[in-house]
């Protein structure tokens, strides 16, 4: 099993990026997802997260601006990141922690490799 993450790259301030996340594997059943981010010199933190019944919920700082939604059938996670700040540059990983595979369900951290996002002002 493994996570891998896409979409990241440079934009200007008040630009858009969408980030995509696909699980790969004999994956039939991802649980919640989460997006994270790590800027320079700073710890991971959350930023958007949506359940398996597609409640999510957002950092304050990017509320009204980031969106994130999935596709269970294509395994997949997105986030749709606009109007987009200097600050919110970092490296973006995706998360989950329960992932049913093959025959079997494993409670236990999933990470994407990462992706940069860079916002110039």
């Known amino acids: 099993v493994q996570l891998q993450a896409s979409g990241g790259g440079l934009v200007q301030a008040g630009g858009s990026l969408r980030l995509s996340c696909v699980a790969s594997g004999s994956i039939y059943s991802v649980g919640d997802w989460g997006w994270y981010r790590q800027a320079p010199g700073k710890q991971r933190e959350l930023v958007a997260r949506?359940?398996?019944?597609?409640?999510?919920n957002y950092d304050d700082s990017v509320k009204g601006r980031f969106t994130i939604s999935r596709d269970d059938d294509k395994k997949t996670v997105y986030l749709q990141m606009s109007s987009l700040k200097p600050e919110d540059t970092a490296v973006y990983y995706c998360?989950?922690?329960?992932?049913?595979?093959?025959?079997?369900?494993?409670?236990?951290?999933?990470w994407g490799q990462g992706t940069q996002v860079t916002v110039s002002s």
């Open positions: 949506i359940t398996s019944r597609g409640s999510t």
């Open positions: 998360y989950t922690d329960y992932i049913c595979a093959g025959s079997s369900c494993a409670w236990r951290d999933y």
